[in-house]
């Protein structure tokens, strides 16, 4: 099947999200409003966006297999966003009405959209806030409870705590520079957005991980204006040679969450 173009009426699927709320969408036939490639295993895989759901991109090569069974399935339905009218989840005030939700018809279903597009960046935030209060925290009763190069053993034989101030980057590595490295976490936080700029759109998953991704470079990235080094006191000196904090942690996880993210999308467009 051809990729549709902008104003063509394909079939999408029903979304629910862990959110609830204006974020619920039921499937069925959905104008185009736009198409783009975006870059999966490396080859250009289109994403189409559609009018009903903006904000939210499907991958064509999975979706043309669904045409004719989601044709079955809804019909000459519309697609529509179905908002949750419980007053905890219902933010946009909207009043109950009688059977189900009417089709979204342009500018009435805009403030959907910008709250869909909000929630996602609250999402996004507040999981970077967590993880850079966290990692200040942490630090800060190192700092006042340790001697810099003072050990302290937690779990014989697995994890010590061990103050060192580290002027050299994550797991002490890319050079000494403070400066150096300030520029360089703020250019790999550049391209992870530019990489995952639609993905933080429309999946949680990504959000979380990339929330985790900025509370921890900003936190050693405070670290460096304020001190020139960063506090590393995570110690699992049996397993691993570098000590490292809070901060450098969540990088991490969040850096294999977004592989994982990316690995999924391309196994659905194999």
Not at 83 to 89: C, M, T
Not at 107 to 132: D, H, K, N, Q
Not at 245 to 262: K, R, S
Request: net charge negative; glycine share 8%.
């Amino acid at each position: 099947m051809e990729v549709p173009k902008p104003g063509d009426v394909i079939y999408v699927e029903t979304e629910l999200y862990l959110s609830h709320g204006v974020d619920d969408f039921r499937g069925g036939k959905a104008t185009v409003s736009q198409v783009q490639d975006e870059i999966l295993g490396g080859r250009a895989v289109p994403f189409v966006e559609v009018a009903e759901n903006p904000g939210s991109f499907y991958n064509w090569e999975y979706l043309t297999e669904k045409q004719a069974e989601l044709a079955a399935k809804f019909g000459d339905a519309r697609a529509h966003p179905i908002p949750d009218y419980r007053p905890e989840f219902n933010e946009l005030g909207i009043p109950p009405v009688a059977g189900p939700p009417a089709p979204a018809k342009g500018p009435e279903w805009e403030p959907a959209a910008a709250a869909r597009t909000g929630r996602s960046v609250y999402v996004l935030w507040l999981v970077a806030i967590l993880v850079f209060v966290l990692d200040r925290w942490s630090k800060t009763i190192v700092l006042g409870s340790f001697m810099p190069g003072e050990s302290r053993l937690v779990i014989p034989h697995l994890l010590w705590w061990t103050y060192v101030q580290n002027t050299r980057g994550a797991f002490g590595l890319f050079g000494n520079s403070p400066v150096l490295l300030i520029v360089l976490a703020m250019i790999v936080l550049g391209v992870f957005t530019y990489a995952f700029r639609d993905a933080v759109r429309h999946s949680n998953f990504v959000r979380i991980a990339f929330g985790m991704i900025v509370g921890g470079a900003i936190g050693n990235i405070v670290d460096r204006f304020q001190h020139q080094w960063v506090v590393d006191f995570i110690d699992f000196r049996t397993i691993w040679p570098n000590v490292f904090n809070v901060a450098d942690a969540c990088i991490t996880v969040g850096v294999a969450l977004l592989i994982l993210a990316a690995l999924r999308r391309e196994r659905r467009a194999a």
